[in-house]
């Protein structure tokens, strides 16, 4: 490999996204490459902590990109603006990595425009969340739309063809007519977020670094080619990016004055309806929170002593009048509940809580807390059966409970301090120890195919 130092371009997607896995890539990145950061709007301490040349020594600019955050705009001016942004960095930093995704426009301007100035240019994904099979999400996407927004009266066949070409009509004007608009070929390729169908690395990807064996076959079925693949553990199990983690990012999570208090966290979701596993049909929205709320009385009836705290997904946010709802409904259940800001870091409850709890359709959350604090008790209750609610069934580090029986037997160990968190013996094989160390890898076997 040539001897001076690549440059790489970082995007930070999705804020929460960024928070839970994407940091830490950067973090170990940028203490070996120069990193320019293209960075969505985020909170006042995850920004600081950015601002930290100590922490982050070879982070040489921050641009802020503003492609799901920032101030609301058309689709036609938010296009214009992220391909002049795309342009003009591309130009002006001449990245030889860059690392963000390949579904959403501003990464796929990044690539094109990249790889016209530089034949040895990569582009490279590290996952994000928890994954899930884009088949069966598109199911879901398909199902919940025909729920909510089709009307009741006409057959589910010409219900579900009007979802499906919607959604293909979306994913022609995004990758097609956005792209012809700014002069651009459009994107060919069947992978569309729109559609939920393919997923990251069937587009402009040369490589997609996952966390496990299950996220690898999960890629596989998404066809995903296996030369794109390699596995690195999520950051949270990763020796190298602890004390960074528990010195930087989770301090400022901790909340002492609840230090002495019992604390129970159900991360509540956005979703209004839902769908029966076994025979895809709706579960109402009146049935659903009553669902709900019935696990909620079991948890303030067998813990009367510990605080309750309600942490609502933040994309409640995005419906207006849901949040004070979902105050008025479940606050006022018992003194015990507290329903907190939807904005707020899950980081924050994850660590005062001993006990997270989680309802269908599975989250990050979960699968977070179970990294982060492997000893706390972390529940995946799926009463109704819904789709997407076993994801976490036989799960390590997380419990899955899909009857009334189970989830009081497993309170009552709980209130009385016998609950036994079950270990397990997780061992999974990694190709590499780093993000530094991925990069290193593919630039060297880039190099050497270029020679």
Same mark, same amino acid.
């Given at each position: 490999m040539k001897s001076e130092i690549k440059k790489v371009l970082f995007y930070t997607d999705i804020p929460r996204t960024f928070r839970t896995s994407q940091i830490y890539h950067l973090y170990e990145i940028s203490q070996t490459y120069p990193v320019i950061l293209l960075s969505e709007e985020l909170d006042p301490a995850t920004e600081s902590i950015l601002n930290n040349k100590k922490i982050f020594p070879k982070l040489e600019k921050i641009i802020p990109a503003y492609q799901f955050t920032g101030q609301k705009a058309n689709f036609l001016v938010k296009n214009r603006r992220l391909y002049k942004l795309a342009k003009d960095v591309v130009e002006k930093y001449r990245p030889d990595v860059f690392v963000g995704g390949d579904m959403w426009l501003l990464q796929l301007y990044i690539s094109r425009l990249a790889r016209r100035i530089k034949s040895s240019f990569?582009?490279?994904?590290?996952?994000?969340?928890?994954?899930? @099979?884009?088949?069966?999400?598109?199911?879901?996407? !398909?199902?919940?739309?025909?729920?909510?927004? *089709?009307?009741?009266?006409?057959?589910?066949?010409?219900?579900?063809?009007l979802v499906k070409g919607k959604k293909c009509l979306g994913?022609?004007?995004?990758?097609?007519i956005l792209p012809l608009i700014v002069g651009q070929l459009p994107f060919r390729g069947k992978s569309s977020f729109i559609?939920?169908? @393919?997923?990251?690395?069937?587009?402009?990807?040369?490589?997609?670094?996952?966390?496990?064996?299950?996220d690898y076959d999960i890629c596989i079925k998404d066809g995903i080619p296996v030369r794109k693949l390699y596995i690195l553990q999520h950051p949270l199990k990763r020796p190298a990016t602890k004390n960074f983690l528990e010195t930087n990012l989770f301090s400022s999570a901790l909340d002492n004055s609840r230090a002495d208090k019992k604390i129970l966290t159900i991360m509540l979701p956005n979703e209004l309806i839902s769908i029966k596993k076994s025979d895809r049909s709706l579960i109402s929205k009146d049935e659903l929170k009553k669902n709900r709320l019935e696990i909620i009385n079991l948890i303030v009836k067998n813990l009367k002593r510990w605080e309750i705290i309600i942490k609502p997904h933040p994309l409640m946010m995005l419906i207006p009048g849901l949040f004070q709802k979902t105050i008025q409904d479940f606050q006022v259940f018992s003194k015990q509940i507290q329903v907190v800001n939807p904005m707020d870091s899950a980081d924050k409850y994850i660590r005062m809580s001993t006990v997270i709890v989680g309802f269908p359709p599975a989250s990050t959350t979960l699968l977070t807390a179970s990294l982060q604090c492997p000893e706390k008790i972390i529940l995946s209750i799926d009463l109704q059966h819904e789709f997407f609610g076993d994801c976490y069934k036989n799960f390590h580090g997380i419990e899955y409970?899909? !009857?009334?029986?189970?989830? *009081?037997?497993? $309170?009552?160990?709980?209130?009385? !301090?016998?609950?036994?968190?079950?270990?397990?013996?997780?061992?999974?094989?990694?190709?590499?120890?780093?993000?530094?160390?991925? $990069?290193?890898?593919?630039?060297?076997?880039?190099? !050497?195919?270029?020679?």
């Open positions: 990569i582009h490279i994904a590290f996952q994000g969340g928890f994954s899930m @099979g884009m088949r069966e999400a598109r199911l879901f996407s !398909n199902l919940m739309n025909i729920y909510l927004r *089709t009307p009741s009266f006409l057959p589910l066949p010409l219900r579900s063809f994913h022609y004007f995004y990758y097609w559609r939920f169908q @393919g997923g990251c690395g069937l587009r402009a990807c040369d490589y997609y670094v996952i966390y496990s064996k299950r409970i899909d !009857n009334k029986e189970e989830l *009081t037997k497993t $309170l009552t160990l709980i209130r009385d !301090n016998n609950y036994c968190k079950h270990r397990g013996n997780e061992q999974e094989s990694s190709d590499f120890e780093s993000a530094a160390e991925v $990069l290193k890898y593919v630039l060297q076997k880039n190099h !050497n195919y270029y020679k």
